[in-house]
C-alpha cells in the first residue's frame, strides 16, 4: 500500500495541512491493513511539509510497522558518507524494515544500506515513467546489454558479496518485458513493483513476469492513488478498503494458476 499525503488531494471533510494529512495516512493504514502485507510511505510529500512532515513520516511508519512491512520509499543515493547518514535516517531514525536506493551512483553508495541483515534496500534498476529508457536502454560499452539488466546483474552479486539477502530491485509495472529479463538476471532478487493503477501498468503481466518461469520469484506489488485516491468524498476509506480488496483478489487469481501467494512477509523472508 502506497502511502502519498498529496496536500492538495486530500479528501476536503479531513480538514486541511498536516492535521489533514495526519488523518488521511493513519485512516488509509486501517482501511487497508486487512489487505496489505506492506506499506511505502513515499518521502517526498511528507518532506514537502517540512520538518513537521517528517515528523509525522516517522508517526506512520510506526503505525504501519503494526500492520506489515514499511518500505521507506526515498530512493537515496550519494557518495560513501552521505550514503551512510541516509541509511541511518532511514534505518535507525525512521526505523523502517527497508527502503529504496539510488543504484545508479555505484557500490559505495548502495553499501550502507545492504549491510543490516535485518534491513532490506530496493535498488532502482527500471523506473516506471515514461522516459525511463532516457538512460536505463543505453548499451553498456561494447555489449549488447541495456544499463538497466547491468544493474541488475551487479545488484545480484551485491548480494552475494555481503551475503545477507538483503538487495532486491525496483522494476516498474509498466515494462512487464523489461521486469521478464530483470528476473533471468537476478532470480532471487525480490522486486518492488510500482506502476500499476494510476500509471497504467498492468497488474497481471508485470506479476506474471516477476513470478518468472519457476513461478517462485519473491516480489511486492505496490499500488498508491489508485486505492489512497479512490474516493474524494467522506467515503474515501471505504473506498480504499474496496480498491485494496480487489487488487488482492486479483492477485489471488493470479497466484491460483501459477504459485502461492505470501502475505505475511519481513526482509528476511524476501
Not at 126 to 143: I, M, Y
Request: glycine content about 12%; overall charge negative; proline content about 5%.
Amino acid at each position: 500500500m502506497g502511502i502519498d499525503p498529496v496536500l492538495e488531494d486530500l479528501p476536503p471533510h479531513l480538514g486541511s495541512g498536516l492535521d489533514a494529512a495526519r488523518r488521511y495516512c493513519f485512516e488509509l493504514i486501517e482501511a487497508t491493513a486487512s489487505f496489505a502485507c506492506a506499506f511505502k510511505p513515499n518521502c517526498a510529500f511528507f518532506e514537502a511539509m517540512g520538518a513537521s512532515g517528517w515528523d509525522l513520516l516517522g508517526e506512520v511508519v510506526q503505525v504501519a510497522g503494526r500492520h506489515g512491512l514499511v518500505v521507506v520509499d526515498g530512493k537515496r543515493g550519494d557518495v560513501g558518507h552521505t550514503a551512510e547518514a541516509y541509511a541511518h535516517a532511514a534505518f535507525d531514525q525512521l526505523e523502517a524494515d527497508a527502503c529504496t536506493v539510488n543504484g545508479y551512483v555505484g557500490f559505495d553508495a548502495v553499501a550502507p544500506f545492504i549491510e543490516r541483515p535485518d534491513k532490506l534496500a530496493f535498488v532502482v534498476c527500471r523506473t516506471s515513467n515514461p522516459h525511463a529508457g532516457d538512460l536505463q536502454d543505453l548499451k553498456v560499452s561494447g555489449t549488447e546489454t541495456p544499463l538497466y539488466l547491468e544493474l541488475a546483474r551487479l545488484a545480484r552479486g551485491w548480494n552475494v558479496e555481503v551475503g545477507l539477502r538483503s538487495v532486491g530491485l525496483v522494476a516498474g509495472a509498466t515494462w512487464p518485458e523489461e521486469i521478464a529479463r530483470i528476473r533471468r538476471a537476478a532470480p532471487e532478487l525480490p522486486l518492488l513493483i510500482p506502476g500499476v493503477g494510476s500509471q497504467g501498468g498492468d497488474l497481471e503481466l508485470a506479476v506474471s513476469a516477476a513470478l518468472g518461469e519457476s513461478g517462485e520469484g519473491s516480489y511486492l506489488l505496490s499500488v498508491s492513488r489508485a486505492i489512497g485516491g479512490a474516493s474524494r468524498g467522506a467515503d474515501f476509506q471505504a473506498a480504499a478498503a474496496t480498491s485494496a480488496a480487489g487488487y488482492l483478489a486479483r492477485l489471488r487469481r493470479l497466484h491460483g494458476s501459477c504459485g502461492a501467494l505470501r502475505t505475511d512477509v519481513s526482509p528476511s523472508s524476501l
